[in-house]
């Protein structure tokens, strides 16, 4: 019986078994395959002993270098700062969104506010305001564009928006309204958080189609924030209830 010696340390004398078709005997192994493979060095040629043949063959199990660990973490490294810069940049500007859409709120409120105001020939506080059909029907106070002054009857303080005696009272009371260095509430009070904001109004007859300009007005409505934000909004109102009073 031929054995095939891998060193005697690792073969059991006498054990081994027969190559089918081959005089040659695969030896057992005291030792671990993997420790034999090993010594035997990469593509070695070795035994299957469960199948009993030789086509077997074991790669040399192939790990990374020094060099080549260190040219991975570079890309790596290099691929992470890319990503974070962007990042970065993304989050500094994701900021800008939020003020335009908080200047945005606040020109909406205010166009609501001001379209939601009565339309009427005649100053709310007229005598003939619930009923005049145009603006010579009125007694004395004609609503006039802008807020109407000290010397429109009733006498008295003329209209501001947050007036305890004489409010605004019609849409176009808010022409030339302006705040400044804050978004105030219709009790005058600044809300917190808009303190750097401002927000200024103009309105002005606007003809709509069919509809004249003594019968449509137009409202603008500007709102500046932080980092030089601005949002204009326009809207629309018409005369269609000229006698309702507030
Ligand atoms: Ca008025
Ligand atoms: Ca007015």
Not at 46 to 60: A, Q
Not at 63 to 82: K, N, Q, Y
Not at 166 to 180: K, L
Request: hydrophobic content about 45%; glycine content about 10%; proline content about 7%.
């Amino acid at each position: 019986m031929c054995t095939r010696k891998f060193g005697s340390r690792f073969q059991v004398p006498g054990s081994g078994f027969q190559v089918p078709g081959s005089r040659f005997q695969v030896p057992v192994f005291t030792r671990p395959l993997d420790s034999a493979l090993r010594r035997a060095g990469a593509n070695a040629r070795v035994p299957n002993l469960e199948l009993g043949t030789w086509n077997f063959e074991r790669r040399k199990a192939a790990g990374l270098s020094l060099v080549e660990l260190i040219v991975f973490i570079v890309i790596v490294s290099t691929a992470i700062a890319g990503v974070l810069g962007a990042m970065n940049v993304a989050t500094r500007g994701s900021t800008e969104p939020m003020i335009e859409k908080q200047a945005l709120a606040i020109a909406e409120a205010l166009l609501e506010e001001v379209q939601l105001m009565p339309f009427t020939y005649c100053d709310p506080d007229d005598a003939n305001a619930a009923t005049a059909v145009n603006a010579g029907g009125c007694a004395a106070a004609v609503e006039a564009i802008g807020p109407e002054g000290v010397d429109v009857p009733p006498t008295g303080p003329a209209e501001t928006r947050t007036g305890a005696v004489r409010p605004f009272d019609n849409v176009n009371d808010y022409h030339g309204f302006s705040m400044a260095g804050g978004i105030s509430d219709l009790a005058g009070n600044t809300i917190a958080g808009l303190d750097q904001y401002s927000a200024s109004v103009t309105v002005a007859g606007q003809a709509i189609g069919a509809v004249p300009a003594s019968d449509a007005q137009l409202v603008i409505v500007t709102v500046t924030g932080p980092a030089n934000t601005t949002v204009t909004l326009h809207g629309y109102r018409v005369r269609y209830a000229p006698n309702a009073l507030p």
